[in-house]
C-alpha cells in the first residue's frame, strides 16, 4: 500500500468559497469538504482542488513578470469556444485569446481571484482519413 494515496491541489484565495463554487459550476465537481478555512472538491473527473483562506492573498500577475505564476492548471477540453463561453459566463477572464503554436490549441484565462489556468484541445485520437 503507497504511503500517499492521493493528492490535493490547494490554491490560496481571499473567497474560498466563491472560487469554489466558480470550479465547481466549471468541472461539474462537487463539494466534499469545508471548513472555515478551506473548502474541498471534487471534478466529475476525480481531480481534487482546494481553496484555502488567505486575506492577504495576492493574484500572480502572469504573464507580466512583476510577480512568478506560483501555480498553473490545465484543463483538456473538446471544443475551446464552448468552453471559452462556460468560463467567462462563470466570471473567469481571458488573459491571452489567440491559439498557441504547436502540436495543442490552448487559451490562458484566470479564474475570479486572479489565479491563471489554462483551456488545451484534446488532441484527436482517430488516425488522419486518406
Not at 469538504?33 to 488567505?54: H, K, M, P, Q, T
Amino acid at each position: 500500500m503507497p504511503l500517499v494515496t492521493t493528492g490535493v491541489v490547494v490554491l490560496d484565495c481571499a473567497e474560498p468559497e466563491k472560487l469554489a463554487a466558480f470550479y465547481v459550476e466549471l468541472l461539474e465537481g462537487e463539494q466534499t469538504d469545508a471548513s472555515a478555512n478551506l473548502v474541498e472538491i471534487r471534478a466529475a473527473d476525480g481531480l481534487r482542488l482546494g481553496f484555502r483562506r488567505d486575506v492577504n492573498a495576492t493574484p500572480p500577475s502572469w504573464p507580466r513578470p512583476e510577480n512568478s505564476l506560483q501555480a498553473h492548471l490545465e484543463f483538456l477540453v473538446e471544443d475551446l469556444d464552448d468552453a471559452e463561453r462556460r468560463v467567462v459566463g462563470l466570471g473567469g477572464r481571458p488573459i491571452e485569446t489567440r491559439d498557441a503554436a504547436g502540436p495543442y490549441e490552448e487559451r490562458g484565462y484566470s479564474d475570479p481571484a486572479g489565479h491563471s489556468f489554462t483551456l488545451r484541445l484534446v488532441p484527436p485520437t482517430a488516425p488522419k482519413q486518406g
